[in-house]
């Protein structure tokens, strides 16, 4: 049974400013383990995410989610949002 993820033939932006690379990342217990040009292992369940920009979640600093942010939820994470700040206004 696979204990690791591997997320093969992506274009990763790493959210440092730095450019963008191909390569892949390896995940163990929702823990990035290993960045960069990886052969798959015997341990690795694969997604290939080639034409895909994988990058960590990206944070909305001015939003209206605090008036309904249950329902509106699904538009964020579609968007790669995954952290809201609510109650700025």
């Known amino acids: 049974?696979?204990?690791?993820?591997?997320?093969k033939n992506a274009t990763i932006i790493n959210g440092t400013g730095s450019n963008r690379i191909?390569?892949?990342?390896?995940?163990?217990?929702?823990?990035?383990?290993?960045?960069?040009?990886?052969?798959t292992l015997k341990?690795?369940?694969?997604i290939?995410?080639?034409g895909l920009i994988l990058s960590p979640g990206f944070i909305d600093t001015h939003s209206h989610h605090d008036?309904?942010?249950l329902?509106?939820?699904e538009s964020a994470i579609s968007?790669?949002?995954t952290t809201v700040i609510i109650g700025q206004d």
Request: proline letters at 2%.
């Open 1 to 7: 049974m696979p204990r690791t993820l591997l997320i």
């Open 22 to 39: 191909m390569g892949s990342v390896r995940i163990e217990s929702n823990i990035i383990i290993d960045i960069g040009e990886l052969k």
């Open 43 to 46: 341990t690795d369940s694969v």
């Open 48 to 50: 290939n995410a080639e």
């Open 67 to 69: 008036w309904d942010s």
């Open 71 to 73: 329902r509106t939820k």
């Open 79 to 81: 968007q790669g949002i």
